[in-house]
């Protein structure tokens, strides 16, 4: 959860893994993650709608996508998951009954669904809310799932952040070091440029949402939609050991440091990251 380097190293916290399987590369190390990790975005878009026992449709999970069937076509418009409002158009080319299951995510408290813009319907988070109606013509469905930054805790009683479906690292500065070139590309080793050893005061409502337009590349670590803002302090005895970032110390942390204000970022936007914060003691 918090890597904070990434470079060639004999002296490792991971047992079963070569000194450059820490590399940004090609191929540095394993085939089988070259062959498989991008699989994960064309595997994701085709199981977002999925038949249900019911002869209906699920909607397992958002994003925009089309999808055209014998008798029915559904158009799905959102940031989600960048933005809690997603918009879907039924249109029977041939009217009949069935169900539609719409997932409603367990952290999704006061959902809710309205059809062609009718009064909303409160929608149970962690159920699925069914629409069982004749189609005919185009419906629209809006459905409202509010993203509140949330936490959970972890080891030594450090502390992450959420909202809605989204896992939150800090943001940090990086200096890449190209190692060789690998044709069609190469190695890069990436080192932090920015201290990353914080300890966060850890009230969400202390944290500040910041909200934009989402970029051509979701996920850019440059121009992410959302940024948390909070505060916290340096921990200077927070160090790396053998060469990645130690265990966070032991929540609540006293420091003497100043206080700073500290960005999160997605954590699909982060190459280098710090997930798991030690729990400042505030004074």
Wanted: overall charge positive.
């Amino acid at each position: 959860m918090n890597q904070v380097v990434c470079k060639v190293s004999k002296e490792r916290l991971y047992s079963n893994n070569g000194p450059e399987s820490n590399l940004f590369g090609l191929e540095p190390t394993f085939g089988c993650c070259l062959a498989n990790m991008h699989q994960g975005w064309p595997k994701l878009v085709s199981h977002l709608w999925m038949a249900n026992k019911d002869g209906g449709l699920i909607a397992f999970s958002y994003a925009p996508c089309d999808i055209k069937m014998k008798n029915v076509e559904i158009h799905v418009r959102t940031d989600y998951p960048f933005d809690d409002q997603i918009s879907i158009t039924i249109t029977a080319l041939k009217s009949g009954r069935f169900p539609i299951d719409l997932s409603i995510p367990e952290w999704a408290d006061g959902a809710s669904v309205n059809i062609n813009g009718d009064k909303p319907e409160p929608a149970k988070a962690g159920t699925f809310y069914r629409i069982t109606r004749r189609w005919a013509g185009s419906t629209e469905i809006g459905l409202a799932l509010p993203m509140k930054v949330r936490t959970e805790r972890r080891f030594n009683d450090s502390i992450v952040f959420k909202r809605g479906p989204l896992l939150f690292a800090l943001e940090m500065g990086q200096e890449w070091r190209k190692l060789r070139d690998k044709k069609p590309t190469a190695d890069w080793e990436v080192h932090p440029a920015t201290p990353w050893n914080y300890a966060i005061v850890a009230r969400p409502n202390a944290m500040k949402v910041d909200t934009r337009e989402v970029a051509r590349s979701p996920f850019s670590p440059t121009s992410p939609a959302i940024r948390l803002h909070a505060k916290g302090r340096r921990v200077e005895s927070w160090e790396l050991v053998k060469n990645a970032a130690d265990a966070p110390p032991k929540s609540p942390v006293r420091s003497s440091e100043p206080v700073e204000e500290i960005t999160l970022i997605p954590y699909g936007s982060a190459k280098l990251r710090v997930t798991e914060f030690p729990v400042l003691l505030e004074q």
